[in-house]
Structures are given as structure tokens and as C-alpha cells.
């Protein structure tokens, strides 16, 4: 589980991913989870309609980013907002 689960939440993953859908209603999805980074939507309306079923994984997976994929994704942000 924790392979299949580092894989997920590897960067690498998503540079052979297709542009993402909204898990609720399939169109073109511009955000994801700020928890677990795994789940993406296209509002945040899609988002709260899929809450109670998304938190049970979405625990998982955040438990599961250790502190240096947290650094990571700071990184990252800061380097966009420049």
C-alpha cells in the first residue's frame, strides 16, 4: 500500500498524467484537495458534494506525505506565485 501510495503522490506521476477532471462531474478541473493533493475539481461547490465520501482516502493519503513533500509543494507554490 505505501508503494502504490508514494506513487500517487509522486511528481513524476503527474507529468504523465492527462489534464485532470473534476472527480464529481468530469469537466476540466483546475483544483484539487489542499489536504491530500490527490482528488481534483473544477469548483469548489464539486468539492464539498464529494466531502464525506473523499475524507476517509483523503486522510490516508495526507497522512502519508511526509514533511519534505509538504516542503516540496511550498516550494513549488512560492516559485508560481514569483
Do not use: I
Not at 478541473?29 to 483523503?58: D, F, G, I, P
Not at 495526507?62 to 512560492?78: G, N, Y
Amino acid at each position: 500500500m505505501d508503494r502504490m501510495l508514494k506513487l500517487y503522490t509522486d511528481d513524476v506521476y503527474e507529468d504523465f498524467m492527462e489534464d485532470p477532471l473534476c472527480q464529481v462531474c468530469g469537466t476540466l478541473a483546475t483544483q484539487r484537495c489542499s489536504r491530500c493533493k490527490n482528488v481534483w475539481y473544477c469548483s469548489r461547490e464539486c468539492q464539498l458534494k464529494q466531502w464525506k465520501e473523499h475524507k476517509a482516502m483523503c486522510d490516508v493519503f495526507s497522512t502519508t506525505r511526509t514533511e519534505a513533500e509538504k516542503e516540496k509543494d511550498a516550494e513549488k507554490a512560492a516559485m508560481k506565485k514569483a
